[in-house]
């Protein structure tokens, strides 16, 4: 009987273990993997981006420092893809995959960058002789605070919202 008892009670911690080892696979990632995908006009454009949450952090001009190339997100840097030639806020930028970067300003002019090195790691590698395309864009205040980073795809362009703030950028 008291072997029963110490078999049942190890197959019991086994399965609590496995249980425990699985419900820590299964937690969502602190900045999970997303995509926003969308048309403008008979474009395709798609954006991949890891979403940070504020978690009551200072984000601008802090956790993310001004004046600086940031990855526009969390761990890769966050990537935008077009299908056709586009301009930007007025400027050309042909058909392809790029890194996309922003550089916050305290000024509410900032600058979004179009590097033609899609594959990187956050900013640590960057380069600005890849840049394809550098444009000044203007934010916006939310009304409301933005707890997880988002990107959103409109018929004018896309926005990164985040926090308090937005950053329109412009497509045509």
């Known amino acids: 009987m008291k072997t029963m008892i110490k078999s049942a009670t190890m197959v019991f911690a086994a399965m609590t273990i496995s249980v425990n080892a699985f419900a820590q ?14 048309k403008i006009k008979d474009t395709n454009i798609t954006i991949a ?21 940031w ?7 966050t990537t935008f893809e077009t299908d056709k030639d586009i301009t930007v806020q007025g400027k050309k930028l ?12 305290e000024s509410g002019t900032w600058t979004a ?11 640590y590698k960057y380069e600005e002789a890849k840049d ?16 997880a980073l988002v990107y959103k795809i409109n018929k004018n362009g896309f926005t990164m919202d985040w926090d308090k703030i937005s950053v329109p950028v412009e497509i045509k």
């Open 49 to 69: 981006y890891n979403s940070p949450s504020v978690k009551g952090r200072t984000i601008w001009g802090d956790l993310v420092a001004y004046d600086k190339v």
């Open 25 to 38: 696979e299964a937690k969502k990632p602190a900045s999970p993997p997303m995509t926003a995908t969308g």
């Open 94 to 105: 042909p058909a392809g995959k790029y890194s996309f970067f922003l550089i916050p300003k």
């Open 113 to 123: 960058v179009f590097n033609k090195e899609p594959k990187q790691w956050g900013a």
């Open 71 to 77: 990855r526009a997100g969390a761990n890769d840097a």
């Open 132 to 147: 394809a395309l550098r444009v000044d864009v203007k934010t916006k205040a939310l009304p409301a605070t933005q707890e």
